[in-house]
């Protein structure tokens, strides 16, 4: 019973982080935290901080005092278009290696 009340929370915290980002009208050039971008994503803040450390996902800008990271908008859209993944060709590909 716990279980099924913890996802109905989180898929209502997941809805109303899906319409406060779409509330801000985030515009290319413009800068984001950590939460703003992990919400752009999709993703949990602890999941952008562990691919910073790791050297992967998206490009980010981090102040020379090393107090704050951003992100640029532009820069997440792009990331997720590289890496968007087309299932018809991963199939294609895996029938032509048999």
């Not at 898929?11 to 752009?40: C, F, H, M, R, W």
């Not at 910073?52 to 996902?57: E, F």
Request: proline content about 5%; hydrophobic content about 40%.
């Amino acid at each position: 019973m716990k279980r099924r009340n913890r996802n109905q929370e989180l898929l209502k915290l997941a809805q109303s982080t899906k319409t406060y980002i779409d509330s801000l009208n985030l515009k290319e050039s413009d800068l984001v935290k950590t939460p703003i971008a992990a919400g752009v994503l999709g993703k949990h803040e602890v999941t952008l901080r562990a691919w910073r450390v790791d050297g992967r996902g998206p490009p980010f800008i981090k102040d020379p005092d090393g107090a704050s990271v951003l992100y640029r908008v532009a820069d997440l859209w792009s990331w997720c278009k590289r890496n968007t993944v087309d299932p018809v060709t991963l199939v294609s590909k895996a029938a032509g290696a048999k």
